[in-house]
């Protein structure tokens, strides 16, 4: 994938910490090399893959302020979970004090320091705190795309207006190639009206860029930061950690779709310019992915109503942590997982 993707959402409480540890854990069960990064200054992140944020001697602090090099810092997640990790703790606030003293170059940094990894790793995830903050302006610099969590609710509706607003207004001053990743429907319960409404908004707002994958309310997601790792590794077999891996075969899919094409609109492009009188046969090259079957990724579709399913298959050909398929759940799923 070679992305940098920003987990970002100015309202807090939306899932941005639970996404970016369970798809980073999603992610890397592909055999993809993922790092995430934790800019928050909670800590949310570190604590949540299983470090101790009061323990760090090095961290995203001096990272940002220069004081060490990115691969000092970084720490492989143990647990099985096979991603690596930038931690953060409180620190991080100062490093913020600090970054709006400078006179130019504050909000490229993170950038800065990302640059020398970036082909160490094939997908680089930023967590992102809950405020439109110089920290989170450091991560929309340095991503190439932004993923954001949006609970189906009225104010988290009002942050995602001053998110877009922000992501403009950055694109346009010093990260062009800034775009959305998608919008992923979080802590959803298909039982709320008002829940399935902002939904249907979302959907005739941004269309396609709003993922087919929906989070659901699950009380494996909201235990697994206790014993300090993913969902993927407290219970399997549980809806939220079925979604996230649905999540991860949705991204990689599309990621596919998108380069296959780019791929086939290029080489027809050259063909034609070679031998200008032959047409090109429609068939010259498939029309969409490099040539995998789509069911190479996990095409399930965590259910917005209550009949649907989530099924999990391998992803690019290497098993997910045991392939494991979902029955359709009963609502009352949420009090016994």
């Known amino acids: 994938m070679k992305r940098v993707i920003a987990i970002a959402m100015q309202k807090g409480g939306v899932g941005k910490t639970t996404t970016a540890v369970n798809l980073a854990a999603s992610l890397a069960a592909t055999k993809r090399r993922v790092l995430l990064v934790d800019m928050d200054p909670q800590g949310n992140t570190t604590m949540g893959s299983g470090v101790n944020k009061s323990q760090l001697e090095r961290s995203t602090c001096e990272v940002l302020l220069g004081e060490c090099q990115l691969a000092d810092a970084l720490m492989p997640i143990e647990h099985g979970a096979g991603f690596t990790l930038l931690p953060a703790n409180q620190d991080l606030t100062a490093a913020e004090v600090r970054l709006l003293t400078l006179p130019i170059g504050r909000e490229t940094k993170l950038r800065q320091a990302l640059t020398p990894k970036r082909d160490d790793f094939d997908v680089i995830l930023i967590d992102c705190p809950p405020a439109l903050n110089m920290l989170t302006v450091n991560a929309l610099v340095a991503a190439d795309s932004v993923l954001i969590p949006m609970q189906c609710e009225y104010y ?161 050909g290497s098993p997910m942590a045991p392939a494991v398929t979902a029955s359709p759940a009963p609502q009352a799923e949420d009090r016994s997982r």
Not at 230 to 235: E, G
Not at 268 to 286: D, E, L, N, W
């Open 156 to 316: 988290a509706l009002e942050g995602l207006s001053a998110l877009l607003s922000t992501i403009e207004q950055i694109r346009a001053a010093v990260n062009p190639r800034l775009s959305i990743e998608g919008v992923l429907r979080t802590m959803f319960d298909p039982r709320n009206n008002l829940a399935n409404e902002v939904s249907a908004q979302l959907i005739a707002h941004f269309g396609d860029k709003v993922f087919r994958t929906v989070i659901p309310r699950n009380i494996r997601l909201a235990e697994a930061p206790s014993f300090g790792k993913p969902a993927l590794f407290h219970d399997k077999e549980s809806r939220g950690a079925l979604a996230y891996l649905a999540l991860a075969g949705e991204m990689i899919r599309r990621e596919e779709e998108s380069s296959g094409t780019v791929r086939t609109a290029t080489a027809m492009a050259g063909a034609t310019a070679a031998t200008p009188a032959v047409r090109a046969p429609a068939a010259a090259a498939p029309a969409t992915g490099s040539g995998t079957p789509a069911d190479n990724a996990v095409t399930a579709h965590t259910p917005v109503t209550p009949a649907g399913d989530a099924a999990t298959t391998a992803v690019g």
